[in-house]
């Protein structure tokens, strides 16, 4: 059991009423806006929820419990992992916004995979949301399982493969069960062109519309505007909000920086190396900074900006020693140390920026 057993359930079940299609973002002869392409070993690999449209949201909490997933494949250390996401159903209920529109809600911009270091070849995802009768043991064992893949962290579970594998066979485990109903799903794979060798970032749209009754012009007339899914309205220009029927929009996205620099194990390391040489401990310093330098070296950075960072704080580190390992006699005023503080840009996000900025 695993994760193509989980496709292969959900593939399975009420195809005809389930659309996916890939949607452009905003309209043909519109100046798109400048976007990264994914390049092995420069970028980063982010996947969000963008939006997702309920329309009978007062049915849906009162009768039911919603929850999503989104399993994402991609190589991590040279080899393919497939990492889940579970969107339960007091996250959604947490994140929802009530909507003008009649008895629905909309949720934005969630954050499901990544940042992650993109190594190349194919990105998959699975997009499933799914509603449950409102049963204890589901909302316990969802509680589990979500519970689990936040305590591991996207990337954790992307080195730990057992534990990923684990929650993939849980949420298997709930399509066996007839209180469970598919509302939306979907699996796609997408890979670099072979003409130009590039990936482009997309977004994709799986939407609970019965296929019967869905013509080819109808989705060609689909947007993403200002992340939104939307539609060409009937003169021809302007749009309006989708608004008909229940659907997930993903967005697959390759970034150039991740948002979370400081959260990283090198950035606490690195105040802890800073703390020790102020206070004169240049042993405790030096073993602090090794730890940092290792951690600068990890998985969680592209290879380009480890490199850039080792550079950076090696470079702040040995100005922090100069400055404070032998205090300058100079320095002091009636037995004070009266030198201004240390005050040098080391955040991680500046650093990269001033390093791009010097080669440009």
């Known amino acids: 059991m695993g994760i193509r057993q989980l496709i292969d359930g959900i593939m399975a079940r ?40 309920l329309t009978r949201a007062r049915e849906l909490w009162r009768e039911f419990l919603p929850f999503g997933t989104v399993v994402t494949e991609f190589i991590h250390k040279g080899r ?17 916004q009530i909507t003008g529109a009649h008895d629905a809600v909309e949720i934005s911009d969630v954050r499901v995979a990544g940042p992650v270091p993109y190594e190349g070849d194919e990105i998959s995802l699975l997009v499933a949301l799914f509603r449950a009768k409102s049963a204890d043991w589901v909302a316990r064992s969802l509680r589990v399982v979500e519970d689990v893949a936040n305590a591991v962290g996207f990337v954790g579970l992307a080195s730990a493969v057992p534990v990923a594998d684990s929650l993939i066979r ?45 013509s080819t012009a109808e989705l060609a007339k689909l947007r993403v505007v200002d992340g939104r899914l939307c539609q060409i ?27 979370d620099y400081r959260q990283l194990e090198f950035y606490s390391l690195w105040q802890q190396t800073k703390e020790h040489v102020i206070a004169g401990d240049l042993p405790s310093a030096r073993r602090s900074w090794r730890r940092t330098a290792g951690a600068i070296h990890t998985d969680d950075l592209t290879r380009p900006q480890q490199e850039v960072l080792y550079n950076e704080y090696q470079r702040l580190f040995a100005d922090l020693v100069e400055r404070f390992a032998v205090p300058k006699a100079s320095t002091f005023r009636n037995g004070e140390d009266v030198e201004q503080p240390w005050q040098v840009e080391d955040d991680p996000a500046a650093l990269l920026d001033a390093a791009e900025t010097s080669l440009s």
Request: charged share 25%.
């Open 14 to 53: 009420d195809a005809d009423g389930i659309v996916a299609v890939e949607v452009p973002v905003l309209s043909p002869g519109t100046p798109e806006p400048q976007r990264t392409l994914f390049a092995p070993g420069q970028v980063y690999l982010e996947v969000r929820l963008q939006q997702m449209w």
């Open 80 to 96: 393919p992992v497939s990492v889940p996401t579970v969107l339960s159903s007091a996250e959604l209920s947490r994140r929802f």
């Open 170 to 214: 849980a949420i298997d485990s709930f399509m066996d069960s007839s209180d469970i109903e598919l509302r939306v799903g979907a699996y796609r794979s997408w890979k670099a062109s072979d003409d130009d060798g590039a990936m482009a970032p997309l977004h994709y749209c799986v939407m609970r519309r019965p296929r019967a009754k869905t």
């Open 233 to 259: 309205a009937a003169d021809g220009v302007s749009y309006e909000p989708y608004t008909e029927h229940d659907f997930m929009l993903i967005s697959i996205e390759a970034k150039r920086r991740r948002d």
